[in-house]
């Protein structure tokens, strides 16, 4: 008996004969190649040969005899799980992904292409203190756990203040789930998978946990996959991309800070973590659990209306008080005489805090030196070649860097334009709060260590560790970052904590309020964490009475929702619609806004007959050049009782567009409800 294999092949086919949505073509499998559903194997194609995987092996074809090709082989050894295998069409329908976008999600390149030669060398042994002991869960923490396993079949949005033990809820759910001879998916954010988050998980489960990163080695990355597509790695700890571990019998799926916008993918394939997990789980009947101290307000929405089963964890364990945060208005600071780095009260408590052998952190969202350079006598200033945007000073290299892409040029000693020597450094980053600190303590005849992480210092191997480990080690002593400092960190000897501007995060965007409400609470979070130190924070702004800091201030999350979803009501922004964004870019300007145009008429049309959208538009990104190809984008915000049909009429619209020759010329990137609307 003949076998055929249906195909997906990973080809992008933009001739306008052969459709590039999906074409799955049927192959012949020779009798001595054992393939089966799921497996990568390599076919020809035309003249070439190309890499496909098998969604079904069959018994017929209606392929003529002669038109048949035999599958040359295969392309690995490794065959998709038939769970995720199962969810392929409903991942595409969700998302309108290509198939083969998603399967090569299923099985990464990485892997596809074997065990790299030269192994790569095994993140660096990790020294931190762990907690290996067994805690007895308070009541709050029993109670979650106890409703997660009596009920599985539900996602749950753990809801519980910074420091409350989420994390050992965690555990103990997946102690009953490996126990049940099951698995367990744990998702945190990119930027919170930290050496202290695998010790911890390490010290407690041992070598059943692997770790699935994007910054893993070749080598490791390849190690850990196999472990537990083998099955002998049970638990995952992983970021984003990990929700498509090829783990079986999964027990638990777990999104640890669910309201982080690292969940959602921000270039191809495009998906949103959570669905893909509930997807999962549903397949497996497991749990989900997400857990926020600031729950996304999306999440809380579906909380709120059944959805999700809500959890709470009220008070920080063994009741220690959250820390008190005070509203530092900065332009009273100036007013008064002062024009530093820090409110008066906040440079002295930091002083006094270092004296006392304590520790602080200094949160600032920007990296760099000086995020704008600018000459004074003409008004030249460093932007990027390639990018509409500033280039930012580093002090370590003396260079001028994009944030976009890789161009960078030595600081100018004279400017470019006029050759003048006033050249100004604008908004400070995190390099230059470093030396202004330097300058206090030495001033005040303090000696503490001042340390600074974030991306530009923690890319190499084992420079995190480092950092986190001398911070850990060293009282007194400062931390300046990034968001990288706001995640998960747990440091007994922290009782500060200083926000030097609260305001950066106030942007154009309607979910800007939402997200300002949440990495706020979760920096300020990390001070005071262990009984003995009142923990305190500071936070200073330009813009004392904004609502946001006062529901911030008295950790109102409840006050913030209710305020937030009213505004999103009456101005019908999601959840009460969809949004959806179609990114078109390219290397000719003239091509993409044709494209755009021609995506434009339909669409109007449409919205002529159905009256389905609350706004649609087109324009120029807000950074319409990045890595030197244009940018224009099409924001469509829909009503949200006919959401699905529009997004399906909009996908065939951008379908047909890319069946014409000119789609040769741009990509199409299709979002629903974006991370980001630059
Ligand atoms: P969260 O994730 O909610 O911010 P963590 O899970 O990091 O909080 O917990 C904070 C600290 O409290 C950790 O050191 C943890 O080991 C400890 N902890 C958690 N639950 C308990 C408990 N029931 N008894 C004692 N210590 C606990
Ligand atoms: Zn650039
Ligand atoms: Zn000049």
Same mark, same amino acid.
């Given at each position: 008996?003949?076998?055929?294999?249906?195909?997906?092949?990973? #080809?992008?086919?933009?001739?306008?004969?052969?459709?590039?949505?999906?074409?799955?073509?049927?192959?012949?499998?020779?009798?001595?190649?054992?393939?089966?559903?799921?497996?990568?194997?390599?076919?020809?194609?035309?003249?070439?040969?190309?890499?496909?995987?098998?969604?079904?092996?069959?018994?017929?074809?209606?392929?003529?005899?002669?038109?048949?090709?035999?599958?040359?082989?295969?392309?690995?050894?490794?065959?998709?799980?038939?769970?995720?295998?199962?969810?392929?069409?409903?991942?595409?329908?969700?998302?309108?992904?290509?198939?083969?976008?998603?399967?090569?999600?299923?099985?990464?390149?990485?892997?596809?292409?074997?065990?790299?030669?030269?192994?790569?060398?095994?993140?660096?042994?990790?020294?931190?203190?762990?907690?290996?002991?067994?805690?007895?869960?308070?009541?709050?923490?029993?109670?979650?756990?106890?409703?997660?396993?009596?009920?599985?079949?539900?996602?749950?949005?753990?809801?519980?203040?910074?420091?409350?033990?989420?994390?050992?809820?965690?555990?103990?759910?997946?102690?009953?789930?490996?126990?049940?001879?099951?698995?367990?998916?744990?998702?945190?954010?990119?930027?919170?998978?930290?050496?202290?988050?695998?010790?911890?998980?390490?010290?407690?489960?041992?070598?059943?946990?692997?770790?699935?990163?994007?910054?893993?080695?070749?080598?490791?990355?390849?190690?850990?996959?196999?472990?537990?597509?083998?099955?002998?790695?049970?638990?995952?700890?992983?970021?984003?991309?990990?929700?498509?571990?090829?783990?079986?019998?999964?027990?638990?799926?777990?999104?640890?800070?669910?309201?982080?916008?690292?969940?959602?993918?921000?270039?191809?394939?495009?998906?949103?973590?959570?669905?893909?997990?509930?997807?999962?789980?549903?397949?497996?009947?497991?749990?989900?659990?997400?857990?926020?101290?600031?729950?996304?307000?999306?999440?809380?929405?579906?909380?709120?209306?059944?959805?999700?089963?809500?959890?709470?964890?009220?008070?920080?364990?063994?009741?220690?008080?959250?820390?008190?945060?005070?509203?530092?208005?900065?332009?009273?600071?100036?007013?008064?005489?002062?024009?530093?780095?820090?409110?008066?009260?906040?440079?002295?408590?930091?002083?006094?805090?270092?004296?006392?052998?304590?520790?602080?952190?200094?949160?600032?969202?920007?990296?760099?030196?000086?995020?704008?350079?600018?000459?004074?006598?003409?008004?030249?200033?460093?932007?990027?070649?390639?990018?509409?945007?500033?280039?930012?000073?580093?002090?370590?290299?003396?260079?001028?860097?994009?944030?976009?892409?890789?161009?960078?040029?030595?600081?100018?000693?004279?400017?470019?334009?006029?050759?003048?020597?006033?050249?100004?450094?604008?908004?400070?980053?995190?390099?230059?709060?470093?030396?202004?600190?330097?300058?206090?303590?030495?001033?005040?005849?303090?000696?503490?260590?001042?340390?600074?992480?974030?991306?530009?210092?923690?890319?190499?191997?084992?420079?995190?560790?480092?950092?986190?480990?001398?911070?850990?080690?060293?009282?007194?002593?400062?931390?300046?970052?990034?968001?990288?400092?706001?995640?998960?960190?747990?440091?007994?000897?922290?009782?500060?904590?200083?926000?030097?501007?609260?305001?950066?995060?106030?942007?154009?965007?309607?979910?800007?309020?939402?997200?300002?409400? #949440?990495?706020?609470?979760?920096?300020?979070?990390?001070?005071?964490?262990?009984?003995?130190?009142?923990?305190?924070?500071?936070?200073?702004?330009?813009?004392?009475?904004?609502?946001?800091?006062?529901?911030?201030?008295?950790?109102?999350?409840?006050?913030?929702?209710?305020?937030?979803?009213?505004?999103?009501?009456?101005?019908?922004?999601?959840?009460?619609?969809?949004?959806?964004?179609?990114?078109?870019?390219?290397?000719?300007?003239?091509?993409?806004?044709?494209?755009?145009?021609?995506?434009?008429?339909?669409?109007?049309?449409?919205?002529?007959?159905?009256?389905?959208?609350?706004?649609?538009?087109?324009?120029?990104?807000?950074?319409?050049?990045?890595?030197?190809?244009?940018?224009?984008?099409?924001?469509?915000?829909?009503?949200?009782?006919?959401?699905?049909?529009?997004?399906?009429?909009?996908?065939?619209?951008?379908?047909?567009?890319?069946?014409?020759?000119?789609?040769?010329?741009?990509?199409?990137?299709?979002?629903?409800?974006?991370?980001?609307?630059?």
């Amino acid at each position: 008996m003949m076998k055929y294999a249906k195909v997906v092949i990973d #080809a992008v086919l933009n001739t306008n004969v052969i459709s590039p949505a999906d074409a799955a073509w049927d192959y012949l499998i020779p009798e001595d190649l054992s393939v089966v559903r799921g497996s990568c194997v390599v076919v020809p194609f035309g003249k070439r040969e190309i890499d496909g995987f098998v969604l079904e092996v069959k018994e017929q074809t209606n392929v003529a005899p002669e038109l048949l090709k035999p599958i040359h082989g295969l392309a690995s050894d490794f065959v998709i799980k038939p769970e995720l295998l199962d969810l392929l069409p409903q991942i595409c329908a969700k998302f309108k992904l290509r198939a083969i976008d998603v399967l090569k999600l299923y099985i990464p390149s990485a892997i596809r292409a074997g065990k790299p030669k030269r192994n790569g060398k095994r993140r660096v042994p990790v020294s931190m203190e762990f907690s290996d002991h067994q805690v007895v869960l308070n009541q709050e923490q029993q109670h979650c756990v106890d409703t997660v396993l009596t009920q599985p079949e539900n996602v749950y949005l753990l809801k519980g203040v910074t420091g409350s033990g989420k994390t050992e809820v965690y555990m103990h759910i997946i102690k009953k789930v490996l126990e049940m001879g099951k698995t367990a998916l744990v998702l945190v954010p990119e930027i919170g998978l930290t050496p202290q988050v695998l010790a911890n998980f390490k010290a407690r489960f041992g070598d059943i946990v692997a770790m699935l990163h994007s910054k893993l080695y070749g080598g490791e990355k390849y190690d850990e996959w196999l472990r537990v597509n083998q099955g002998s790695a049970r638990i995952v700890i992983g970021a984003r991309s990990a929700v498509f571990a090829p783990l079986e019998n999964l027990g638990a799926i777990i999104i640890d800070e669910e309201h982080d916008g690292s969940y959602q993918s921000d270039s191809n394939p495009r998906y949103l973590t959570h669905d893909i997990a509930i997807m999962r789980a549903k397949w497996h009947r497991c749990p989900v659990i997400l857990g926020s101290a600031t729950p996304s307000i999306q999440s809380f929405y579906l909380a709120e209306h059944g959805e999700y089963k809500l959890l709470e964890l009220t008070k920080r364990v063994n009741n220690v008080p959250l820390p008190q945060i005070e509203i530092v208005d900065m332009a009273n600071e100036i007013r008064s005489g002062n024009g530093g780095v820090f409110g008066t009260e906040v440079l002295s408590e930091l002083l006094q805090t270092l004296r006392q052998g304590r520790s602080a952190m200094v949160f600032l969202n920007r990296r760099g030196y000086s995020q704008t350079v600018r000459c004074l006598q003409c008004g030249w200033h460093a932007k990027c070649d390639n990018c509409d945007v500033s280039m930012v000073y580093h002090k370590d290299d003396e260079q001028l860097k994009c944030h976009y892409c890789a161009a960078r040029m030595p600081f100018p000693s004279r400017c470019p334009q006029c050759g003048s020597t006033y050249i100004k450094h604008g908004a400070m980053g995190t390099q230059k709060i470093c030396a202004e600190i330097e300058n206090l303590l030495s001033q005040a005849g303090i000696v503490a260590p001042v340390l600074r992480m974030d991306t530009d210092n923690t890319q190499t191997k084992g420079a995190l560790v480092k950092i986190l480990e001398k911070f850990a080690n060293t009282s007194p002593s400062v931390l300046v970052g990034t968001q990288m400092i706001a995640k998960g960190h747990h440091f007994p000897q922290v009782s500060l904590v200083i926000i030097v501007n609260a305001d950066g995060g106030f942007v154009a965007d309607y979910r800007s309020a939402e997200r300002t409400f #949440a990495l706020l609470t979760q920096v300020a979070g990390r001070a005071g964490r262990e009984v003995g130190t009142a923990g305190k924070a500071y936070l200073q702004t330009y813009m004392p009475n904004h609502y946001v800091y006062k529901f911030i201030r008295n950790y109102d999350y409840l006050g913030f929702y209710q305020r937030e979803i009213a505004a999103r009501q009456a101005t019908k922004y999601p959840p009460f619609s969809t949004i959806v964004r179609v990114l078109v870019s390219g290397t000719v300007d003239t091509k993409i806004i044709e494209v755009i145009k021609q995506m434009m008429q339909p669409l109007r049309e449409y919205d002529k007959n159905q009256q389905a959208f609350i706004y649609l538009g087109a324009m120029k990104c807000p950074y319409g050049r990045l890595q030197n190809k244009f940018r224009y984008q099409i924001l469509a915000r829909i009503k949200q009782d006919v959401a699905k049909e529009t997004i399906d009429y909009m996908d065939a619209c951008i379908k047909k567009i890319e069946e014409q020759p000119i789609a040769r010329h741009v990509k199409i990137f299709f979002e629903i409800n974006p991370a980001s609307l630059s």
